[in-house]
């Protein structure tokens, strides 16, 4: 398998997640939207990983390392979303970061 193809399909999981951090109000929409950038760059670390038919798999390793942290930042971006919303009543970040 050529290598664009998995770089074009990251490419978009990248921007969407992009858009979806840029665009959108709600917060955990917002984590969302890094969880899929995070996706995209597990997905350009295995197709380099695969085209550079490494012995050791050093694309591999990194996207197990990469899938802990976004494991854990998830895990601490709701817990953080959930505590706003008990203090606020509302995940949405204009209304959360003004003019209190």
């Known amino acids: 398998m050529p290598l664009l193809y998995p770089l074009v399909l990251s490419a978009a999981l990248f921007g969407i997640g ?7 109000r709600n917060a955990v929409l917002m984590l969302l939207g890094v969880e899929l950038m995070l996706n995209a760059v597990n997905l350009n670390l295995v197709a380099f990983d695969a085209w ?17 942290l976004a494991a854990a930042e998830i895990g601490l971006g709701l817990a953080i979303i959930l505590a706003l919303f008990r ?3 509302t995940v949405d970040v204009d209304e959360v970061g003004g003019d209190r």
Do not use: M
């Open 87 to 89: 203090a606020v009543r």
């Open 52 to 68: 550079f038919a490494d012995e050791v798999h050093t694309g591999q390793v990194f996207t197990l390392f990469t899938i802990t």
């Open 18 to 24: 992009l858009y979806g951090v840029l665009a959108r």
